[in-house]
């Protein structure tokens, strides 16, 4: 019994660190970032020499804000006063290089947060769908867990009845 709940207790260890590292990992994507405040979505994906569009919310309204691509201000941008980000065309610069990184600080003042979004290079002759697995990884991991706790389970109430009839 001491063994079956030092089993379990290992397990349940190794999920919570699983679940630890993947919790980041399933909250990044393409988009900007939502743990500052505010958040934009670049649409269609930067590549060098392109045309996107910006768009956005939670910005702090009345400022105008510099959008930087790989830290180059490439425009200027107001925030009406109801902080959405209004869609705005950008120009990747030909020359920029992968990965691409778009910030956008949520206010002009001082201590303002930044929204990113990064694009990495694409594979040659694949195309970039957007499609993002994270959230099966996460799920599968999980599934593992559960029947791994569900094996040993079996495996030693197996061994418990054996040992009970034997007796």
């Not at 500052?36 to 269609?44: K, N, Y």
């Not at 065309?89 to 992968?98: L, N």
């Not at 001082?110 to 990113?116: F, I, N, R, V």
Request: a negative charge; glycine letters at 12%; aromatic letters at 4%.
């Amino acid at each position: 019994m001491r063994a079956l709940t030092r089993t379990f207790r290992c397990l349940l260890l190794t999920a919570v660190v699983v679940a630890a590292f993947a919790a980041p990992a399933m909250a990044a994507s393409r988009r900007g970032s939502v743990l500052t405040g505010c958040t934009f979505t670049v649409d269609p994906a930067a590549a060098p020499g392109s045309d996107v569009t910006i768009t956005g919310t939670g910005f702090q309204e009345g400022f105008e804000v510099p959008v930087s691509v790989n830290g180059t201000v490439v425009a200027t941008v107001n925030i009406p006063n109801n902080g959405i980000l209004p869609p705005t065309v950008i120009s990747i610069p030909a020359d920029a290089v992968y990965p691409i990184t778009i910030d956008i600080p949520c206010s002009g003042g001082p201590g303002s947060g930044t929204a990113t979004s990064t694009f990495g290079d694409p594979a040659p002759g694949l195309a970039d769908t957007g499609s993002n697995t994270s959230d099966y990884v996460a799920a599968g991991l999980g599934a593992l867990v559960v029947g791994g706790v569900l094996l040993v389970g079996a495996r030693r109430r197996s061994a418990v009845s054996a040992h009970s009839i034997d007796a």
